[in-house]
């Protein structure tokens, strides 16, 4: 079987999941280190969903925590699309019945306001295009069974993406403090997450120059208005019916969601 044909099919496998429930790892079923194939995979899921009217308005970053990546065995992030029909505003009441095996971690969003499609791009261009920042809550969500993932799996499966909270009270660059902002992430009073900026990359505007640069290379470069998740800043943790959960970033407003059946 060639790539294209076993691209195919294993999209289709998590295409299908969605609906009739997670699959077995892809990973044995192919080259692992195969990292082309797992973003030919999910490339393929994401043409299939924007044929069927899909609207992509953005980016996450995923396995921006150097424990995450030494956990998985591998030295740089992934990443995902971010689709209109799973963006939510803050204080969201959301079914977790929608998704398979949902969790959630806090996140800073940054929105664009130019595009970054240059040659060369620096941290400079970073900065010039990010129009506002916000607290997110990012839902991650995995087809394949019990969370059993390696890098191949994730980038395969849209890098774990499930959907996205935005907190709605916008503040530009110049207010922030990335590198140092504390995150708490509290589930009703209990505080159940905790990080801060540096815990994304070293700062989540490298994140994002490393996402802008990836998808210069595989022509998709970010455009105006797009929204990029940057990366947790603390570990995530699993959600249930009749859980609510606030996190708070440094210089940004909270943001809250509640799950129900």
Known sequence: MNDHSK???LATSLFDAYEQGAVAPLR??????????????????HQRWSEQGRVTIGRKIGLT?????????????????VYADTCYCSGAQISV??????????????????????????????MNAVDYAVAALEIVDSRVANWDISLFDTIA??????????????????????????MQLSNDTEVVSEGEGR??????????????????????????????????LG?????????????????????????VE
Not at 65 to 81: C, I
Not at 100 to 110: D, H, N, R, T, Y
Not at 235 to 259: E, R, W, Y
Request: glycine share 8%; aromatic share 6%; hydrophobic share 40%.
């Open 7 to 9: 691209a195919s099919e």
């Open 28 to 45: 044995d079923k192919v080259d692992a280190t195969d990292i082309a194939l797992a973003y030919n995979i999910q490339q393929e899921n």
């Open 65 to 81: 925590s150097t424990a995450v990546q030494a956990q998985l065995g591998v030295d740089q992030p992934d990443y995902g699309m």
């Open 97 to 126: 019945g929608q998704f398979l095996q949902p969790k959630v971690e806090a996140e800073i969003a940054f929105v664009l306001k130019s595009d970054l499609d240059a040659d060369n791009l620096t941290i400079i261009d970073v």
């Open 157 to 182: 499966d849209n890098a774990s993406y499930g959907g996205i909270v935005m907190g709605t009270t916008p503040v530009p660059l110049s207010q922030l403090d990335l590198e140092s902002c504390k």
């Open 199 to 232: 815990a994304c990359l070293g700062n989540p505007l490298l994140a994002t120059l490393w996402l802008a640069n990836r998808m210069i290379e595989n022509g998709q470069p970010l455009k105006a208005g797009d929204v990029v998740l940057s990366g947790a």
């Open 235 to 259: 570990p995530m943790v699993a959600v249930k019916s009749g859980d609510k959960f606030t996190a708070t970033i440094d210089g940004l407003n909270s943001v809250s969601v509640s799950f």
